[in-house]
């Protein structure tokens, strides 16, 4: 099952960091966890700040002491806003390309969850998220859970998951996946729905099944695979939380998108399978669409 002790949540004060520290506290409550409040300055941009030696890159500036001072003022008071008496905070301060420090600060502090708020459009704007959320979660080694600008109406309202869904392809990954979300199902007191999508037998594809009864032969597909992810689901999993299975058939991304919003969950916990060596990691097409459109915080794990 999922342990976290320690959840990194990176912040710049604007409303999405808000939203993205509102779920860094629910998890924190129902894992006992402490919150790293992490503020990257960049130092392309930033000031006032020291002087680096010469010829080192800009990320190696340090932030003047009176400026690392105001941070840390500055995350105080962000996080009196939305503190909680049961969790604990520690203020963190770097200075260099956010999504390189955020991956460092994880690794620092032994981060078991980053937690983000996301910018614009379906919750993926594309010079933010592309620039420093979208790199955490292809590189990140740790789960990072997404949170988009409509998965809470606000910093007080609390975040409420009665509803999880969690799309598998019957691997290993996708089983790491599947025993987060049962985790994330027991501890938020939650219903879990298990989806899997499939491109079942198609006319248009196979031309020789006009000749059989193709209506037959999808349904024995699909009942097939119902099977298989009923036998896919472990059984011990349904003594911590109840558990649906849905066999979908269509684009995956759409089709989880779509039971998203007709089970209307509140949480979408999926793996990022890695197509290459870590450092060249890429978000799958799937993922990826997910991340940008869920109508609600999405997981990714590797």
Request: proline content about 8%; hydrophobic content about 45%; glycine content about 4%.
């Amino acid at each position: 099952m999922l342990e976290i002790r320690r959840v990194l949540c990176p912040v710049d004060f604007s409303d999405a960091s808000a939203r993205g520290l509102k779920y860094a506290v629910v998890f924190a409550r129902w894992y006992a966890a402490r919150v790293t409040v992490l503020h990257v300055a960049d130092a392309r941009t930033d000031a006032p700040r020291e002087p680096s030696p010469v010829g080192l890159p800009p990320s190696t500036a340090v932030l003047a002491p009176a400026e690392t001072e105001r941070v840390l003022q500055a995350i105080a008071a962000f996080v009196d806003a939305g503190a909680h008496p049961d969790v604990s905070f520690d203020p963190l301060v770097r200075t260099g390309r956010p999504s390189i420090e955020i991956l460092h600060a994880a690794d620092a502090v032994s981060a078991d969850l980053i937690v983000m708020g996301t910018h614009g459009h379906a919750g993926f704007d594309r010079l933010v998220m592309g620039s420093v959320t979208e790199r955490v979660v292809r590189k990140s080694r740790r789960p990072v859970l997404s949170v988009p600008p409509h998965a809470a109406p606000g910093r007080e309202s609390p975040a409420i998951v009665e509803r999880i869904l969690c799309p598998v392809v019957f691997s290993e990954p996708s089983m790491k996946a599947l025993q987060c979300a049962v985790s994330l199902a027991e501890e938020a007191d939650a219903r879990l729905t298990v989806v899997h999508v499939a491109d079942l037998l198609s006319a248009h594809a196979f031309p020789i099944y006009d000749r059989l009864d193709l209506p037959t032969l999808q349904a024995e597909y699909e009942r097939q695979l119902r099977y298989r992810l009923q036998e896919f689901v472990p059984t011990a999993a349904r003594a911590y939380c109840p558990i649906d299975e849905q066999v979908r058939a269509g684009t995956a991304w759409r089709e989880i998108i779509a039971a998203a919003e007709e089970r209307k969950v509140q949480m979408i916990v999926m793996s990022v399978t890695a197509r290459t060596a870590p450092d060249t990691t890429v978000f799958g097409s799937t993922t990826e669409q997910v991340v940008r459109q869920a109508p609600c915080p999405v997981l990714t794990m590797r």
